[in-house]
Each structure stands twice: as structure tokens, then as C-alpha cells.
């Protein structure tokens, strides 16, 4: 069964840094792209990155270029979200999901609530 | 970046009845669409994948049409569990962008 577990959210004032993991097991991890995706609240879904199988590719959304960096373990079976210069409207809970053929997203992690504010 | 728009942003509708939601791209995609479902406090789930293809578990009242720039997610004979948020979503692997949701509501 594909499990994604994320982990390290929480409470951070603006200007913070957080570190976000992603525990993956039930699927052979080194195989796959992986992304990060966020909710604010009570709004919609917006795509954070994206990281190629061996991590020699990444992308980001505008928003969070030069702050957030994706990274992985595939010995670890583990994907991460280095946020930095944090700010309020980071605040949402961060899901990782698994993805197929580089555009579909098909199984989620839990997520983890960000919450930037002094 | 490519601008997903949905319709309605929000449905209420009684059991049994059909749902329509439709997603327009601001340019063509193909066949690269696909359609979430979350519900309350619960992550997004896989309902179509490819503008068309169900998935192995979801109900069979679930189906996708459409390419290019315009789809559309249907709902045969609403139940009360499908209620719930419904995302359009496209991407590569530079990128995605989501539509910016429907909630569906069961009077």
C-alpha cells in the first residue's frame, strides 16, 4: 500500500525557516518524480515543486523561487521541503504526493499544517 | 502558465441527481487533465486521470469527457458522500496549476 507521511510543520514567525519531510513507503521511490502541493486556508490547491527521480531537476512555483528548496533521499525513501524567509501567506497545510508520467498526481500524503505569524 | 477555470464554484443538489462541473483551459492540454475530490479535512484523492480514465475504486458514477480546452467531470445519481470539493488540475514537470475548486453540496 502507498503510504506518504509528511511531517515538520508548525508554528514559525515571518523571516523563519522550516524544514518539511515526506516518509514514502508501499512503491518504489527512487522510480518517481515527486511534488510538493499547498492549501491555505479554506482555500484551494496550489502546486509548490517538483523534483526529477535522481533530484537533478526541480522546479518551483514563482512564489517560492530563491526560499523554498526540494529535496530527496532515495536511500530514505524520503522527500523534503526547505522553506526559508517565510512568510504569512505560506501559511498552508503542505501535502507531498507521488507523481506519474511528470503530470499526474496520484496519491497524497496527510499534510502538515505551516503556520507563519508572530 | 495555463489558467485552469471551473463552474460552478459551488452546487447544492439533492441525492440521486446529476452533477456537471465543468474545467476550461486558457489553452490547449490535450488530454493532460485530471479531477480530485476532497472532502473535509481530509487530502485530495484521484477521481479521472487523463480527462477520461477512471480510477481502480472510485465509483462508477464518476466520469471525465472532454479535450483541448474544455472538460468536464459528471456525477450520476448524487450521494450523500460524494459531498464534497472538486479540483481540475494539469501539469508537466516544470509545473501545475489546479482550477480553483467546486464545492458540492447535498441539500
Known amino acids: 500500500e502507498v503510504q506518504l507521511v509528511e511531517s515538520g510543520g508548525g508554528l514559525v514567525q515571518p523571516g523563519g525557516s522550516l524544514r518539511l519531510s515526506c516518509a514514502a513507503s508501499?512503491?518504489?521511490?527512487?522510480?518517481?518524480?515527486m511534488s510538493w502541493v499547498r492549501q491555505a486556508p479554506g482555500k484551494g490547491l496550489e502546486w509548490v515543486a517538483n523534483?526529477?527521480?535522481?533530484?537533478?531537476?526541480?522546479y518551483y512555483v514563482d512564489s517560492v523561487k530563491g526560499r523554498f528548496t526540494i529535496s530527496r533521499d532515495n536511500a530514505k525513501n524520503s522527500l523534503y521541503l526547505q522553506m526559508n524567509s517565510l512568510r504569512a501567506e505560506d501559511t498552508a497545510v503542505y501535502y507531498c504526493?507521488?507523481?506519474?508520467?511528470?503530470?499526474?498526481?496520484?496519491?497524497w500524503g496527510q499534510g502538515t499544517l505551516v503556520t507563519v505569524s508572530s | 502558465e495555463i489558467v485552469l477555470t471551473q463552474s460552478p464554484d459551488f452546487q447544492s443538489v439533492t441525492p440521486k441527481e446529476k452533477v456537471t462541473i465543468t474545467c476550461r483551459a486558457s489553452?490547449?492540454?490535450?488530454?493532460?487533465l485530471h479531477w480530485y475530490q476532497q472532502k473535509p479535512d481530509q487530502s485530495p484523492k484521484l477521481l479521472i486521470k487523463?480527462?477520461?480514465q477512471s480510477i481502480s475504486g472510485v465509483p462508477s458514477r464518476f466520469s471525465g469527457s472532454g479535450s483541448g480546452t474544455d472538460f468536464t467531470l459528471t456525477i450520476n445519481s448524487l450521494e450523500a458522500e460524494d459531498a464534497a470539493t472538486y479540483y481540475c488540475?494539469?501539469?508537466?514537470?516544470?509545473?501545475?496549476?489546479f482550477g480553483q475548486g467546486t464545492k458540492v453540496e447535498i441539500k
Open positions: 504526493a507521488r507523481v506519474v508520467a511528470a503530470t499526474l498526481l496520484d496519491y
Open positions: 508501499g512503491f518504489t521511490f527512487s522510480s518517481y518524480w
Open positions: 523534483i526529477k527521480q535522481d533530484g537533478s531537476e526541480k
Open positions: 489553452q490547449s492540454i490535450g488530454s493532460s
Open positions: 487523463y480527462a477520461s
Open positions: 488540475h494539469q501539469s508537466s514537470r516544470y509545473g501545475g496549476t
